[in-house]
């Protein structure tokens, strides 16, 4: 079954859709900035994930458990640990925001200089880049390029 977002919402809420079987693609409206913790966690039928431009945050563990395909566009802020599975297909869309891996926030004072600031994140902030592991991450890809593959493979 596809899930349809209601037109207007502007997050998912943490543990919103939490082990749900029946979810097989969502529907998420223009409007959503962020999906919450664990809010698609062991939804195990999950297969497409498209997420819209204007996305800027996906909680820890949102997608974890599911065998997504998943489109991060580049309005992406800020993507917490675990936040896909290790079994998911990630494709993180070309431009200005791009990032290689996943973030973890730390304090600028508390580490020293040689950590990347990250401009997105503010001059108080740090990102200390890590992968996760198991995903196929695919870096500065296009909108069509996640369709073709979907076609190819799903």
Do not use: W
């Amino acid at each position: 079954m596809e899930l349809v977002i209601e037109e207007g919402a502007t997050k998912i809420k943490d543990f919103e859709y939490r082990d749900n079987k029946d979810i097989t693609s969502i529907k998420f409206p223009s409007t959503i900035k962020r999906i919450g913790l664990s809010s698609f966690l062991n939804c195990k039928n999950l297969k497409k994930v498209d997420l819209p431009r204007g996305i800027e945050y996906i909680g820890v563990c949102s997608f974890g458990g599911c065998p997504a395909v998943i489109f991060v566009p580049n309005t992406i802020q800020r993507i917490d640990d675990s936040a896909f599975s290790s079994n998911s297909v990630v494709f993180f869309e070309c431009g200005e925001n791009d990032f290689i891996g996943y973030h973890k926030i730390r304090d600028v004072s508390d580490y020293p200089d040689s950590y990347y600031r990250g401009s997105s994140m503010g001059g108080d902030t740090i990102e200390e880049f890590y992968y996760q592991e198991g995903c196929t991450l695919f870096f500065n890809k296009t909108h069509e390029d996640f369709l073709n593959y979907l076609k190819e493979h799903l």
